[in-house]
């Protein structure tokens, strides 16, 4: 059975996809995983998932948003010369990082 | 886990599902989260009209990106509440239809005219931010977590926002004299989203030991006045004569108490402010319009002993 698995570096973050691990239950796969995946980066967690447990959609089958210009609803397209507060410069920052992304795809 | 246990550890982002915690630290969580979670529907509530009557074709999009975003907003911390095992979710939404349900004195009051939707998009979604800027830091994880992507959003309003007051200010004569007007109704109600000033007795409250707040009313109002009186200056508004305001030799702000309408406050903090109960109606008339859909989706609230709609069915 493939257990896909997902860790946590400190307390507070996200648990993030880092690979799967073949084992015959939970108990072995969160083992597995502790030696696979957590045995040399600082880890505070880690989840184990039945892969079969998984629903997947992808882009052959979806049109996903984020590929077309929607200026509109981005910070950055409102223009002005204030200072801002600090957390909306930094969500506009955010916001002009993720509109690259959607430029390099 | 003990209590003194949780205020010993309260730090960000600390507890998360995989914690024990106790009934008060997650009772407390549940009645924060589930405000915070309403008054992102209720403001939606409020705005929607104005996707119908904004005045170009720029603004409507926007606005319906806008109404979009602050439901999602609602979605994400009806989750973050449900995962304190309290309330679930459809309770909270029940009780938001039947009048229970608490969300910001705001979004209690109707909202007529174009130039308001500046006062709520600049003004308010700006308070909003400041104070979830700081929920990022709070100690249930899953809150902090729905709090990165709520202030990943929240940068368009504020800017929308403020690109909608721009064009007034900048408009006809007639604009700038209604914009001046609207922002003299909202000001108050505006510097009172942050509540009364702090007392003694409330300064220490149960929230901020278990690291659920991390910022004192007094210090966000502080904050946000510091940040938005210039703004608006800037964009020549004039800042109303009551409440009186005083900036202390620190740089504070000192808000006249006694000139904001207290009662008013804690009316709308009941539900029973009477202008206010259209809204309240509103979107339990919109949850009965479309409560056809949640039955053909939700077959977990099927009562028990009924038979599960099958494949076949
Ligand atoms: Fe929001
Ligand atoms: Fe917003």
């Known amino acids: 059975m493939i257990w896909e698995v997902f860790r946590q570096e400190e307390q507070g973050d996200y648990h993030t996809h880092c690979g799967n691990v073949h084992a015959p239950d939970r108990e072995m796969a969160k083992q597995f995983a502790a030696i696979q995946h957590a045995r040399r980066k600082p880890t505070n967690s880690i989840w184990v998932v039945p892969k079969d447990e998984i629903g997947e959609l992808d882009a052959d089958e979806n049109s996903f948003g984020g590929v077309t210009d929607k200026s509109y609803r981005w910070a950055p397209t409102y223009k002005s010369d204030l200072d801002h507060a600090a957390e909306v410069i930094d969500s506009e920052g955010q916001q002009a990082e993720a509109e690259k992304q959607r430029g390099d795809a | ?313």
């Open chain 2, 1 to 313: 886990m003990e209590i003194d246990t949780v205020k010993e550890r309260a730090g960000p982002r600390e507890f998360s599902a995989a914690d024990e915690m106790p009934l008060e630290y997650r009772e407390a969580a549940t009645r924060m989260i589930e405000f915070h979670a309403n008054s992102e529907i209720m403001g939606a509530y409020l705005e929607r009209p104005f996707i119908r009557e904004a005045p170009s074709i720029d603004r409507k999009l926007a606005y319906s990106a806008k109404v979009q975003d602050e439901i999602g907003h609602g979605q994400l911390l009806y989750r973050a509440a449900e995962s304190l095992g309290v309330k679930t979710r459809e309770e909270m939404l029940d009780d938001l239809a039947n009048g229970k349900g608490k969300f910001l004195n705001c979004f209690h009051y109707p909202m007529k005219s174009w130039p308001e939707t500046a006062m709520i998009a600049f003004f308010v979604d700006g308070a909003a931010m400041r104070r979830q800027a700081t929920l990022r830091r709070t100690s249930w994880e899953p809150y902090a977590h729905a709090m990165d992507k709520v202030c990943f959003e929240e940068g368009f309003h504020v800017k929308h926002g403020e690109s909608i007051l721009a064009e007034l200010m900048t408009g006809s004569k007639k604009e700038q004299e209604m914009t001046q007007e609207v922002f003299e109704m909202w000001w108050p109600r505006i510097i009172q989203f942050f509540g009364p000033t702090d007392d003694k007795s409330t300064h220490h409250d149960f929230s901020a030991d278990v690291g659920l707040k991390t910022q004192s009313n007094d210090d966000l109002r502080n904050l946000f006045l510091r940040e938005y009186i210039p703004k608006a200056e800037k964009y020549g508004l004039e800042i109303p004569d009551e409440p009186r305001i005083r900036q202390r030799d620190d740089g504070t702000y000192e808000v006249e108490e006694g000139d904001l309408d207290w009662d008013e406050f804690f009316t709308i903090a009941k539900n029973e402010y009477e202008p206010g109960l259209g809204q309240i109606n509103g979107r339990k008339e919109a949850q009965k319009a479309v409560q056809w859909v949640r039955d053909t989706l939700e077959w977990e609230n099927v009562p028990e002993g009924t038979a599960k709609p099958q494949a076949a069915d």
